[in-house]
């Protein structure tokens, strides 16, 4: 349910005093209305607030210690066979096709 204020000094006053007879908020007034967001939850509400900097306080955390545990070093067998492998392409398009090829298993 809204609630209606005069803008001149904050009181609050009847639906009647603030809104004409076509409904219209008329000079002077403002009107205060509680609304939801698209997720359902409540712009007012603290609690969810509350909830959602812990989820970003502990996503900030786990993203900022990624580096402290880094992934296994990659065994030396499959480093000699990839470096041998590269270096048999002939042309450098070649290798960098391979090395991009697999990038994402460094």
């Given at each position: 349910m809204p609630t209606y204020h005069r803008?001149?000094?904050?009181?609050?006053?009847?639906?009647?005093?603030?809104?004409?007879?076509?409904?219209i908020l008329r000079d002077g007034h403002r009107m205060l209305t509680k609304f939801m967001l698209r997720d359902g939850q409540s712009v007012f509400?603290?609690?969810?607030?509350?909830?959602k900097c812990r989820q970003i306080?502990?996503?900030?955390?786990?993203?900022?210690?990624?580096?402290?545990?880094?992934?296994?070093?990659?065994e030396t067998k499959d480093v000699d066979v990839r470096a041998a492998t590269l270096s048999a392409?002939?042309?450098?398009?070649?290798?960098?096709?391979?090395?991009?090829?697999?990038?994402?298993?460094?």
């Amino acid at each position: 349910m809204p609630t209606y204020h005069r803008t001149k000094d904050g009181a609050q006053v009847t639906e009647q005093e603030a809104l004409d007879e076509r409904g219209i908020l008329r000079d002077g007034h403002r009107m205060l209305t509680k609304f939801m967001l698209r997720d359902g939850q409540s712009v007012f509400d603290a609690k969810a607030d509350e909830i959602k900097c812990r989820q970003i306080d502990a996503y900030n955390r786990n993203i900022g210690d990624r580096w402290r545990d880094p992934p296994p070093l990659i065994e030396t067998k499959d480093v000699d066979v990839r470096a041998a492998t590269l270096s048999a392409m002939k042309t450098p398009y070649e290798r960098y096709d391979a090395r991009i090829a697999d990038a994402w298993r460094s």
